[in-house]
């Protein structure tokens, strides 16, 4: 998500922000209700602006986004609400490009069969076929495919415009989720968009 965070706040904020993703699989007694996971999020990073990232997966948006409200109830700073209706991978399946660089192939003309970018929120494991296309996409055949490592997170930073996205409604609601809290903050460019 960084990749895509970073790209939305130089799209609509007046100034930059320190990044940080607070990873909890490190954290000692792992919390497992949000509100406890947002708390501890909170002590390793103090905010001015937090996101929260919950992947809808068999769950409407609103009920996730209901959750991080709830979870950050009586915080101080603007919450920003990011649900991918699957998973996040879904939101990388359109930069044909980035997914050859990704692979090593960045040359490389076989087809990929990417799903239509208003079709990648139906696809049932946007995972699984991030994984298999990344495959294809290395031209790399049998124990030599089979033994490729798929690091998903290199292919977010090989995108440089998430502009596309904004064809998909749970992108859409992320950005103007993150729009109305620049907004709060005073910190929102002019009506760029």
């Not at 076989?110 to 294809?136: C, F, G, H, Y």
């Not at 030599?144 to 290199?154: F, G, L, N, S, T």
Request: glycine content about 2%; hydrophobic content about 40%.
């Amino acid at each position: 998500m960084l990749p895509i965070i970073r790209w939305v706040v130089s799209q609509h904020s007046t100034r930059t922000f320190e990044q940080n993703w607070a990873d909890l699989q490190r954290y000692p007694r792992r919390p497992t209700k949000l509100a406890a996971r947002v708390e501890a999020a909170l002590d390793l990073h103090p905010c001015d602006l937090l996101i929260v990232h919950r992947d809808a997966e068999r769950e409407p948006a609103e009920n996730r986004i209901r959750e991080i409200l709830e979870a950050t109830r009586d915080r101080p700073m603007p919450i920003v609400c990011a649900v991918p209706i699957r998973m996040t991978e879904a939101w990388l399946l359109f930069d044909e490009a980035a997914i050859r660089r990704a692979a090593g192939c960045p040359n490389g003309s076989m087809a990929l069969n990417l799903p239509a970018l208003k079709n990648v929120e139906a696809v049932s494991d946007p995972k699984e076929v991030l994984r298999q296309t990344i495959k294809v996409a290395s031209n790399l055949s049998g124990r030599r495919r089979a033994q490729i490592h798929i690091d998903i997170r290199r292919l977010a930073d090989l995108i440089d415009d998430f502009k596309p996205l904004r064809a998909i409604s749970s992108f859409r609601a992320f950005e103007e989720s993150m729009c109305n809290a620049l907004r709060s903050l005073g910190l929102l460019r002019g009506t760029d968009r």
